[in-house]
């Protein structure tokens, strides 16, 4: 069910906004509109601009409760401006000083990874790096070269220089080492082994003191000494944090709803009368709210508003609100992957929770399996609070229900009596094709009475709407009803062995509404008063309009066997656990194995419980929301949220 709005407008003082805002609407939701929109005939009109004063406090308070990470349980309390701004600062400037801490370790850190990383590849060097960088007359060079020209010097180039390369480390790419050269040459050395891309590694003087393994062992050691100061100080923040987390969540409660009640100015609009500015509100509140709200400021001298019941006066359509009983209201997820429906739409939630438990029992009628769905899917619904777990299990209390009438559980099609057929078994006359499954049969029927029960949704649409021919004349109109409904009556007749009605009767009920829906636009056009009634070419329109009634015709006979897959999934299931019994031997007479049993009826419930369920998904939205549903609607969004009056108390 859509929930009855009301359109209101509010105006007071521009000074006096914040106070009606805390007041009066922070007690009820409304779902507000932009008034500089709404509002185009009034003159003089401009928006309210003003900077959100809450804004900054909200970024740092949002900030401690991102660092305190997932809070749970921690209760709220009231606490004004004051006190907040008193938290944000002390908290501030206490977890400021750990920071810097933490980044000065964590830049002392960076070093000393560095520092190994430069050392680690010559930790077979037996001298000290001090002495090596230090020599008098020999210049040393630290790097790395690539493998491939490491073999090119060493064929060609090495034996030619006057050095000497010590390699202390290789892998598949690389070989590191240093070479030793003279001062005298060292230019022309040092030309060559760039010329072999021979990668320089720095060290830094006066700063290593110690053969590279002792030194790489110092500074792992320090890096793990540096990494336990920084963690320290983490959980330093951490312990204040959760010291005043209620303090930090209460203040973030607070600050979210005087920010947002803030933000009423950017859709409100201001005008000047007589030398005072004046504020403006619109927007939409439920019946039952808007009643509360006009009799809770009906003494406040500084407070008017108008709730508008004239529609030609509203520039927009109104929101769309669900209220259904709790029972179905999980299944209200079905209908918004659709679309929400329009205001002035009928709410198919109901029609959804029932027609889609109802076709799901059919399709997959077991008692047992039917039994794991309901508990497993209500079990998952309390813990997690999941609207398809809920979905699940109402649909596997149908399914149990289905299984009593087949009289199936566990794929066992012996233990229990049907009470009503075997969807395998069973067979109907039907005069003129001979015997058919009487659940294909029974599958046809059901879904031909779903689709009148959709265009009867149609025509109510329709005259919410106010539109003609969607009322009279369309496919899914009264006319449509009226052919559907006489072909849905001659079947059953067919069926049960009774005579058919008078061939003339027939001929008018089934000719005079398809001729109708053939030329429903000028029809329709010459009610409204409107001309020409054909507009173009009247043959082509002719030829046009023959083809789309065929294209009907066909789209109703379609969607009609659309609704054999029921009988088809009722009949699969059966099939599919005689497989999984003859697998375990239980069809043989001989030993049962029930481990094939337990296995292959997790799998069917699993697999066959999903194809279900999207099978029964198609049904709903392609052959019952198409000829009535369009989903169009704009969800109610309350703009507001609660603020408790201490929290309000400091505000500017």
Not at 627 to 646: A, I, T
Request: proline share 4%; glycine share 6%.
């Amino acid at each position: 069910m859509i929930e009855k709005m009301k359109f209101l407008s509010i105006t007071g003082p521009k000074a006096d906004i914040d106070r009606v805002v805390n007041d009066y609407l922070s007690k009820y939701e409304i779902h507000l509109e932009n008034a500089m929109a709404q509002l185009t005939q009034v003159q003089h009109l401009s928006p309210y601009i003003q900077i959100n004063p809450y804004r900054d406090l909200l970024t740092k308070v949002n900030e401690f409760a991102d660092l305190l990470g997932e809070a749970q349980d921690i209760p709220l309390e009231d606490i004004s401006l004051e006190e907040i701004q008193s938290l944000l600062d002390t908290l501030g400037k206490r977890i400021s000083l750990l920071r810097q801490e933490c980044e000065e370790l964590t830049a002392q850190r960076t070093a000393a990874a560095e520092d190994i990383n430069r050392l680690s590849p010559f930790s077979s060097l037996p001298g000290d790096v001090d002495k090596l960088v230090h020599y008098r007359f020999v210049q040393v060079r630290f790097g790395r070269i690539q493998r491939e020209y490491y073999e090119k010097f060493k064929t060609y180039v090495y034996d030619n220089l006057d050095t000497m390369f010590y390699p202390c480390q290789e892998d598949p790419d690389y070989v590191w080492g240093l070479y030793f050269v003279l001062w005298t040459k060292m230019e022309q050395v040092d030309a060559a082994f760039s010329s072999m891309h021979f990668e320089r590694i720095y060290l830094k003087k006066d700063f290593y003191h110690g053969t590279p393994q002792t030194l790489c062992s110092q500074y792992r050691q320090k890096l793990a000494d540096l990494e336990k100061e920084y963690d320290s100080r983490q959980e330093e923040i951490q312990k204040l944090l959760q010291e005043d987390a209620s303090k930090i969540l209460s203040a973030q409660a607070a600050l979210n709803a005087l920010s947002t009640n803030f933000d009423v100015r950017k859709v409100a609009a201001c005008v000047k009368e007589h030398q005072e500015t004046f504020y403006i509100l619109c927007g939409w509140m439920s019946e039952k709210d808007a009643s509360a709200f006009m009799k809770d400021i009906e003494d406040d001298a500084n407070l008017f508003c108008v709730v508008e019941d004239d529609k030609n006066k509203i520039n927009c359509k109104p929101p769309t609100k669900l209220k259904n009983p709790k029972i179905f209201k999980p299944f209200e997820m079905y209908v918004k992957m659709y679309g929400l429906p329009d205001y002035r739409e009928i709410d198919p939630t109901i029609f959804v929770a029932v027609t889609y438990s109802f076709i799901f029992g059919i399709m997959f009628g077991d008692v047992g399996q039917g039994l794991l769905l309901a508990a497993g899917g209500f079990l998952l619904y309390k813990i997690k609070h999941m609207d398809l777990a809920a979905i699940i299990g109402t649909a596997g209390i149908f399914s149990t229900f289905f299984g009593f009438m087949f009289g199936s559980i566990f794929g066992f099609e012996d233990i229990l009596e049907p009470i009503w057929l075997r969807p395998a078994e069973s067979m109907t006359l039907v005069p003129g094709l001979g015997n058919m499954n009487t659940v294909f049969v029974a599958a046809i029927i059901f879904g031909m009475f779903l689709i009148l029960l959709t265009m009867i949704f149609h025509i109510v649409n329709a005259v919410k709407a106010k539109d003609m021919e969607g009322t009279w004349f369309d496919q899914n109109a009264v006319c449509g009803l009226v052919f559907y409904g006489t072909l849905t009556v001659c079947v059953l007749l067919l069926i049960t062995g009774n005579p058919l009605p008078a061939a003339g009767l027939l001929v008018i009920l089934f000719a005079v509404p398809l001729l109708i829906i053939m030329v429903k636009e000028p029809i329709t056009r010459l009610a409204e008063k409107k001309s020409p009634a054909i507009e173009g070419s009247k043959p082509m329109f002719f030829v046009q309009s023959f083809f789309e009634l065929f294209e009907i015709m066909l789209s109703f006979l379609s969607n009609t066997l659309s609704f054999v897959r029921i009988g088809a999934f009722a009949v699969s299931h059966a099939a599919m656990m005689g497989v999984v019994l003859m697998l375990a031997g239980a069809e043989s007479g001989g030993g049962t194995n029930w481990i094939i049993i337990v296995l292959g009826n997790l799998f069917v419930c699993a697999m066959e419980g999903l194809i279900v369920g999207i099978q029964v998904l198609r049904l709903e939205y392609y052959e019952m929301f198409s000829r009535f549903y369009k989903g169009s609607g704009k969800e109610f969004r309350p703009f507001l949220k609660r603020v408790n009056r201490k929290s309000t108390s400091g505000q500017a």
